[in-house]
């Protein structure tokens, strides 16, 4: 049995092939694959969280992050020091060129294995599994595995052409910034790297589709998220405001054009940050002559696209458009290989369904927003006999001490048993805290067993409360 996975140095694509690597034995006529071939053209190969995402986000929002707290902290008096945009990318090129070296190392590895080897070419479909290679090869591999990552997701606005929107990767790279900026985008990307363009001394406003970001979060977090960058940021953010056109001014400038009515009808600014989100990168692989047709649910829970009728073409990661996040992709390229190895041996196909887990470096990565497993909303949409309890931060007088009394967070657990059900905190901390409670989601641990002694003072004596507050109402 041969497999192919196209998009080799990605996270998706890299956890499968070191799980398929395991299982390929040319010599051996009792290992499942005698063949496995990795297919990438990226130059210089990575993945998108190491080149363009996770990682050199969290290098700049670093810079941001420890302006922000000197600035934040009125017992320091004086001015901030500036942040030089040139140590902070030469810092960023650095680490992305170790990252990438690493994971380039890892991929190149599996190569030298007996049965595996690494293709630096493009591949598209010309067939269900019948791939042609860029350097004019064929293969005709018994399974694919799509691992090709997503691309910025450009919005259709009149205008767009003319006025050089700066994305998400220009911002990264980015030695010189303007005065002032619009962004249109308050998705992930948006909320990271507008405190970062803030800190930097950008001034900005934000385009915000609904009444709150945070789409499925209580309003509580969205209105916390929405005080702190108004406030701690200067950040201007116009909520249910949309983007009808954008247009040059004489100067270089652009003009935003919104569908307000009062004086944001229509917003200037130097330059225009485009942060709406991405899509999957799927263009030029040819899945039309593969049968496939990307779309709502075209990759079922088992990774494989639902088109093929042999069952034989898995979508994993960014590519298949279910839930772009680091960890998922690694996972579904995981149970991808797991499954094309089962199905090999006639055995039944697993699903991905895991537990809801994901972090927002809000606030330069200061205030992040963690949930992990269900809100009360999605417990009680699930069945669950729901108990919700809050504190906020400022209760805790670690947060205040540390000079961080902004945020809340909520436990929800079940009312019949106390199992935990789940977590939201936007505050100091969150992302470190999302382990601890996903442990806990993870095991179905009783919120009355679990010990509420934190050290003190630490932040995780949020989390006390919170097991405090549960364990009584139960």
């Not at 192919?4 to 290992?31: C, F, K, M, Q, W």
């Not at 992040?368 to 699930?382: I, L, N, S």
Request: glycine content about 10%.
């Amino acid at each position: 049995m041969h497999v192919a996975i196209i998009g080799a140095y990605g996270s998706a694509g890299v956890a499968a092939a070191e799980r398929l690597a395991d299982h390929t034995d040319p010599a051996d006529p009792a290992a499942p694959l005698d063949r496995l071939t990795l297919l990438d053209d990226g130059d210089p190969g990575g993945g998108l969280c190491i080149l363009r995402g996770c990682m050199p986000s969290k290098d700049v929002l670093s810079a941001a992050g420890h302006r922000f707290r000197a600035r934040h902290d009125d017992r320091l008096p004086g001015e901030p020091a500036g942040i030089d945009l040139d140590a902070v990318v030469a810092r960023k090129d650095e680490h992305v060129a170790s990252f990438a070296s690493h994971r380039r190392s890892a991929v190149h590895g599996l190569a030298d294995r007996d049965g595996v080897a690494f293709r630096h070419e493009r591949a598209r479909f010309v067939g269900p599994r019948d791939l042609a290679l860029s350097g004019g090869d064929r293969l005709a591999p018994d399974y694919v595995v799509v691992a090709t990552g997503s691309a910025p997701q450009v919005p259709d606005l009149p205008g767009l052409d003319a006025v050089d929107p700066l994305d998400s990767a220009a911002v990264l790279d980015a030695t010189t910034l303007p005065e002032s900026g619009v962004v249109m985008g308050f998705g992930y990307v948006g909320v990271e790297l507008s405190a970062y363009l803030a800190e930097a001394g950008v001034d900005l406003t934000v385009i915000e589709h609904d009444a709150r970001p945070l789409d499925d979060a209580p309003p509580a977090f969205g209105d916390d998220l929405l005080d702190l960058y108004r406030e701690a940021f200067g950040i201007e953010v116009l909520t249910e405001t949309h983007e009808q056109s954008v247009e040059a001014t004489a100067d270089g400038g652009v003009h935003l054009h919104t569908d307000r009515d009062d004086d944001h009808a229509t917003v200037e600014a130097d330059r225009l940050f485009l942060f709406t989100g991405r899509r999957p990168n799927l263009d030029g692989l040819g899945l039309d002559a593969a049968g496939l047709d990307p779309g709502a649910d075209w990759v079922d829970a088992t990774m494989r696209a639902v088109d093929d009728d042999a069952g034989r073409t898995y979508v994993v990661g960014d590519a298949n458009g279910r839930e772009p996040l680091l960890h998922v992709a690694k996972e579904q390229g995981f149970l991808a290989a797991d499954n094309v190895l089962a199905d090999i041996a006639g055995d039944d196909l697993a699903s991905y369904d895991p537990i809801t887990h994901e972090v927002l470096f809000a606030g330069a990565a200061e205030y992040p927003y963690a949930r992990v497993g269900h809100t009360a909303a999605t417990a009680r949409e699930a069945g669950h006999d729901v108990i919700e309890v809050e504190r906020e931060a400022s209760r805790d007088g670690v947060f205040r001490v540390k000079g961080a009394p902004e945020g809340r967070a909520r436990l929800v657990v079940d009312g019949a048993d106390g199992t935990v059900l789940g977590y939201l905190g936007l505050h100091v901390h969150a992302d470190v805290m999302a382990k601890t409670m996903q442990v806990l989601v993870e095991r179905g641990a009783d919120v009355r067993e679990v010990p509420d002694r934190a050290y003190h003072p630490t932040t995780p004596e949020i989390l006390d409360g919170l097991f405090r507050a549960a364990s009584e109402e139960l």
